[in-house]
């Protein structure tokens, strides 16, 4: 259960959005809207750290760049709806060049990968997209590609190391208001899921786009 008041929630929404959209402030790329929140009273040396994966309700992040390490079958969908791929033909010419893996994967936010390219991935291309933070996410055979691309497009991720805060993006100003009311209510929801005393250790709470001030709504 969310402890937003509705009408301040509400209308922090319309108001990000009304700016967004104004003549005078509209951005010439698609603003991402994000989530930052404030904890307090967690004790982060005390209290347990938490790494939480979410799934959005709505997709988050429609101009992710994500590229897919393929096998055959991935390569076959990948090429049918123009999503970027390498395959090991591909990633065999690299001969585990840094600067050529890093040169290809900088054009691109994101990996997946199918599972049989993902395990053997390390031996193709030594330890450079570890390095990265790109080691490709697993994607599997049973569902669409694009489905799980949308699926990363979506995800969030709640890390508590050092700081007490977060911010993620949960949302773009081309979502509606009630799908941006239900990300932001999910994403709050799964957080306080993860906290030692819940909404207690919620200290403030924020919305704002990629060049927009912040508007609090706790």
Not at 133 to 150: A, C, G, R, S, Y
Not at 203 to 209: D, L, S
């Amino acid at each position: 259960m969310s402890k937003l008041n509705e009408n301040t929630f509400t209308n922090a929404i319309r108001n990000m959005l009304e700016t967004a959209s104004n003549s005078k402030t509209k951005r010439k790329f698609l603003e991402a809207v994000e989530l930052q929140v404030r904890l307090k009273n967690y004790d982060e040396k005390k209290d347990k750290k938490f790494n939480g994966v979410f799934r959005l309700p709505n997709v988050a992040r429609p101009t992710l760049k994500v590229a897919v390490v393929a096998d055959k079958d991935h390569v076959e969908e990948a090429k049918t709806n123009n999503i970027p791929y390498i395959d090991v033909e591909g990633l065999q010419k690299f001969n585990k060049d840094k600067k050529q893996i890093r040169k290809w994967v900088h054009q691109y936010d994101t990996l997946v990968g199918s599972p049989t390219l993902v395990q053997e991935l390390t031996k193709l291309t030594g330890p450079t997209l570890n390095k990265m933070n790109k080691f490709p996410t697993p994607v599997n055979h049973n569902e669409p590609l694009t489905k799980q691309i949308d699926d990363v497009r979506s995800t969030i991720r709640f890390q508590l190391k050092k700081e007490m805060g977060f911010n993620c993006a949960v949302g773009n100003v081309g979502l509606k208001e009630e799908q941006l009311k239900e990300n932001i209510t999910f994403a709050l929801n799964s957080l306080v899921g993860l906290l030692k005393k819940g909404w207690q250790n919620i200290g403030a709470v924020h919305i704002k786009t990629s060049m927009g001030k912040p508007i609090q709504i706790l």
